[in-house]
């Protein structure tokens, strides 16, 4: 008997067929001498109505408040599937974040788990219930109800699957698993039996949408084993786990990408300790993601250029957040572009193979794709280029380094 957490997206829950279709692959599970864990998603879209409807009453709510009505999406999904398992015969009960308890930090909206008491979550399993489990939510210090922010069930799951000693959480998505890059943009992707939980924290953060990077993260920590596969087919799915034995096999695991940047310059700031730290305080007070970072000298030896990449959506708030310390910082200018892509080469492969970075370099120049910043990491290359360039460089990418081909 093994212990596993099923994790199910929007997609799969987005109406009561699919609900009815995800019972009967919990049944099966089951059936099969399993002890079996849900966590699901509210049904696809129905948490952005609920987003939608909080901004138009008050674009500035009460982030408590905010969590109260966009927690509702999971309640309404568990209570369906726990119905549509009783009725096909398996002994199940929903539990909302606050019932386990799944305690969080007071950062509503945005919201860390901090413990879960998964005593009587156990007690059910061992006695053959099937717990279902609303995903993205907790219970806050102050008895409030809290949320973990866009993406956060995958995140409920693995944090779940650690308390209770899974053997293995199972995160249901409408893709088959991990893939070499997004098969919509390159049609010859090929679909990884297996991917390391650092390839594939690498993958999450430079754009791939599979799995969240706070769940990779998490999985990563507490040793949880991950399996990617669709609620849609039977197909095996993708394992994400500990470091793969034949790690040389091949050059790089992947292409990933984020459409979705954008980039600034602070111009011009007095060449000197602490302006750094200034800078990027006052970001993360606005709690701004920086991703990548460079630091550069200006022609003038006594002043240097500051330019960093983060989310599009974040821009207005991070322009509106320097722009207050422009007398205190002493900069020349804020230069800004919100047409950026980050694009990015990962395999841990690279800590044993050289010639990476050149390849990538010399396919971007060929088509005549301007780098603008290059950040690396052990086992990842990232690049900024203007977003309209996007699927021209991962389709040439993913052929130069022939990730359709299995080794």
């Not at 199940?92 to 969080?104: C, E, M, N, Y």
């Not at 860390?112 to 059910?124: F, G, L, W």
């Amino acid at each position: 008997m093994a212990r596993i957490v099923q994790k199910f997206g929007g997609t799969s829950v987005a109406d009561i067929d699919r609900i009815k279709h995800v019972a009967q692959k919990v049944k099966t599970c089951v059936e099969a001498g399993n002890q079996v864990a849900v966590v699901v998603s509210a049904m696809a879209g129905s948490t952005n109505q609920l987003v939608e409807w909080a901004k138009q009453i008050d674009p500035m709510h009460d982030a408590r408040e905010y969590d109260t009505v966009v927690s509702t999406g999971e309640q309404i999904t568990v209570g369906l599937l726990a119905i549509a398992l009783q009725t096909i015969g398996v002994d199940a009960r929903s539990w909302l974040g606050w019932q386990i308890p799944l305690l969080t930090d007071d950062v509503h909206s945005a919201a860390r788990i901090e413990d879960i008491k998964a005593d009587q979550i156990i007690d059910r399993l061992e006695q053959g219930q099937v717990a279902v489990i609303a995903g993205f939510q907790g219970i806050a210090p102050d008895g409030r109800i809290s949320t973990l922010g866009r993406g956060g069930s995958d995140t409920s799951a693995v944090a779940l699957a650690a308390a209770i000693k899974a053997d293995r959480c199972d995160i249901y998505t409408d893709v088959e698993g991990v893939y070499t890059t997004d098969p919509r943009i390159m049609p010859k992707a090929r679909k990884l039996d297996s991917i390391t939980f650092e390839e594939m924290l690498e993958m999450a953060s430079a754009g791939a949408k599979v799995l969240q990077t706070r769940s990779v993260a998490m999985a990563m920590r507490h040793h949880v084993k991950l399996q990617v596969l669709s609620s849609f087919t039977d197909t095996p799915g993708t394992l994400v786990q500990n470091e793969e034995k034949q790690m040389e096999k091949q050059k790089v695991s992947g292409i990933a990408y984020s459409a979705e940047e954008a980039k600034v310059t602070v111009v011009g700031l007095p060449d000197k300790p602490g302006i750094a730290a200034k800078i990027f305080s006052a970001l993360a007070e606005t709690h701004i993601n920086v991703d990548m970072i460079v630091q550069s000298a200006s022609p003038d030896s006594q002043k240097t250029d500051i330019t960093f990449s983060l989310a599009r959506s974040e821009l207005e708030k991070a322009v509106t957040a320097l722009t207050r310390l422009k007398t205190e910082l002493a900069f020349v200018a804020l230069v800004h572009d919100d047409n950026i892509a980050k694009i990015s080469v990962i395999g841990t492969a690279m800590r044993t193979q050289s010639g990476i970075a050149k390849l990538m370099f010399e396919v971007l120049s060929e088509k005549k794709i301007n780098m603008q910043v290059i950040s690396t990491s052990e086992i990842k290359i990232s690049v900024l280029i203007q977003a309209d360039y996007t699927e021209l460089a991962v389709r040439s990418l993913h052929d130069a380094f022939e990730l359709d081909k299995i080794d």
